[in-house]
């Protein structure tokens, strides 16, 4: 009774003098066929659902007409707020140096040492230049960001402070369109709560920074924007200070502190979302039922002729 009423699945239904019948090897094929359509169109919809992210560089025309703002967290271990000075420098088209970015300095005591937390920002084209912490030594200044005496043989150690500090953050920001900052798993901002212990005789701490802007489109056409960056560091010695050597193409003379020296690559970086078009979606369902289908009709047919001959023999 049960076989009888299995035979009632079966699709492929086969003429016997003229009258259709249904069979049990029939209907197994078809619950077979079925499953297998299933499965193939349950991951066809996986990949139609799919949302892939296409990179390539283009041209970046935003340059000279979009500007970026940085925003920076600092914290100095061992330096006292009155101690740390702030200067902004652009290097590449119009050259000028500027102190009035908003900078607000909190002072923070760990253990026995007395350090300064800065944090800052301000808006600069997308050109290459610099950003400094002057930090004057034991020998005290009226003016944070007047630089230090010039380096004697004797004693200048005497001269230097301990500039080791950690990185809160630095980031570059589009002041246009969205943020894409959410968009982006694994957005390399590599100086983000970065602690560094700077060795003795340190003059001065550099990080070089190459900016990638970044554009994102979503499905829908949404643009959104946001900066990647690069960092190498360098320590510049008193030595190396006393002859005057060059630091990323820029003479620094009886400096000591924290630099920071940033340029925007030409080139952006474009990321798009893409899915499968859905015409292609509907024709890979048509191909994955009709092919299974004729398949499997084209094997119990073969099963089903081989049955019947076998029978056939043994009578």
């Known amino acids: 009774e ?43 919809l996986s990949i139609f659902l799919k949302v892939d992210v296409i990179s390539r560089m283009v041209a970046d025309n935003t340059v000279g007409i979009e500007s970026i703002k940085l925003d920076f967290d600092i914290e100095f271990f061992d330096v006292p707020c009155e101690r740390v000075g702030f200067k902004q420098e652009v290097t590449r088209g119009t050259f000028h140096i500027s102190d009035s970015a908003s900078i607000t300095k909190i002072p923070v005591q760990t253990d026995s040492l007395v350090g300064c937390r800065i944090m800052g920002a301000f808006s600069t084209d997308k050109v290459g230049g610099n950003f400094r912490f002057p930090v004057t030594g034991l020998v005290p200044v009226e003016n944070p960001n007047k630089p230090v005496p010039a380096l004697q043989d004797q004693d200048e150690q005497h001269l230097f402070a301990n500039i080791s500090h950690r990185i809160n953050h630095v980031i570059f920001i589009p002041t246009r369109g969205k943020s894409a900052v959410d968009k982006i798993p694994g957005l390399d901002r590599s100086l983000n709560m970065q602690n560094t212990i700077v060795p003795e005789n340190t003059a001065i701490y550099q990080y070089s920074i190459q900016v990638v802007p970044t554009q994102y489109k979503t499905l829908y056409g949404e643009l959104s924007f946001a900066s990647q960056y690069a960092v190498s560091e360098k320590i510049v010695s008193l030595e190396q200070l006393r002859r005057n050597e060059a630091i990323s193409g820029l003479f620094i003379k009886d400096f000591q502190g924290l630099i920071f ?55």
């Open 261 to 315: 020296t940033y340029d925007f690559h030409p080139v952006m970086l474009y990321m798009e979302e893409r899915r499968e078009k859905i015409v292609d979606f509907i024709s890979n369902l048509f191909g994955i039922v009709g092919g299974v289908i004729t398949m499997l009709s084209l094997i119990e047919g073969f099963l089903h002729q081989s049955t019947k001959a076998l029978i056939g023999k043994k009578d």
């Open 2 to 44: 049960m076989f009888s009423r299995l035979k009632r699945f079966d699709v492929h239904v086969k003429a016997v003098d003229g009258v259709n019948q249904k069979t049990l090897l029939g209907a197994l094929i078809t619950l077979i066929s079925t499953a297998v359509v299933i499965v193939l169109v349950l991951s066809e």
